[in-house]
T-cell receptor, first 118, second 114 residues
Framework: AQTVTQSQPEMSVQEAETVTLSCTYDTSESDYYLFWYKQPPSRQMILVIRQEAYKQQNATENRFSVNFQKAAKSFSLKISDSQLGDAAMYFCAYRSSWSGGATNKLIFGTGTLLAVQP | NAGVTQTPKFQVLKTGQSMTLQCAQDMNHEYMSWYRQDPGMGLRLIHYSVGAGITDQGEVPNGYNVSRSTTEDFPLRLLSAAPSQTSVYFC?????????????FGDGTRLSIL
């Protein structure tokens, strides 16, 4: 069974600085998808960025980028120029590439609570 | 286009009571699912549906029932509420069963069982 581990329960960053959130996963599959979701205090689950395992190029979305190391099964999120609005719980999630049924479920890590200091 | 709508946003129940958490989406998504979020445990899948009339169990299905009579709606029923079911519940949907489709989440329902 696949597992996702986020080893940093809490992180803090100064406004305008860069922070990296860690995520590792365990799977025997070769093709899959990885996601980072942001959950602000409003409780919404917001997709931040996604990575397809068969793509070597790291995904980027504006100030958010990932460092995807497939061999190491590592998927870290880098937030550049941190803003106060980035303060939230961040979840790393895994999804199998097989279509249909239970394989479509997202497997979540336990989350990292990010605080942004002004 | 409202996305995924969950009602109610908050609910307090007594042990043994039953209730239904509502979830509706207006994006014509085939795949819908229910997760529960507990402190320190991330989100865990309760039940899911790949289309109208088709449902199946997820990781933590005990104590919950679902049905999918229409594409739009996917209600979650608590049969006899227990304190262990105190949690935040999220409904999610995606366009199809293809795993590259991002899931859209509702705003969650905070449920407390006394």
């Amino acid at each position: 069974a696949q597992t996702v581990t986020q080893s940093q329960p809490e992180m803090s960053v100064q406004e305008a600085e860069t922070v990296t959130l860690s995520c590792t996963y365990d799977t025997s599959e070769s093709d899959y998808y990885l996601f980072w979701y942001k959950q602000p205090p409003s409780r919404q689950m917001i997709l931040v960025i996604r990575q397809e395992a068969y793509k070597q190029q790291n995904a980027t979305e504006n100030r958010f980028s990932v460092n995807f190391q497939k061999a190491a099964k590592s998927f870290s999120l880098k937030i550049s120029d941190s803003q106060l609005g980035d303060a939230a719980m961040y979840f790393c999630a895994y999804r199998s590439s097989w279509s249909g049924g239970a394989t479509n479920k997202l497997i979540f890590g336990t989350g990292t609570l990010l605080a942004v200091q002004p | 286009n409202a996305g995924v709508t969950q009602t109610p946003k908050f609910q307090v129940l007594k042990t043994g009571q039953s209730m239904t958490l509502q979830c509706a989406q207006d994006m014509n998504h085939e795949y819908m699912s229910w997760y529960r979020q507990d402190p320190g445990m991330g989100l865990r899948l309760i039940h899911y549906s790949v289309g109208a009339g088709i449902t199946d169990q997820g990781e933590v299905p005990n104590g919950y029932n679902v049905s999918r009579s229409t594409t739009e709606d996917f209600p979650l029923r608590l049969l006899s509420a227990a304190p262990s079911q105190t949690s935040v519940y999220f409904c999610a949907s995606s366009y199809s069963g293809l795993s590259n489709q991002p899931q859209h989440f509702g705003d969650g329902t905070r449920l407390s069982i006394l």
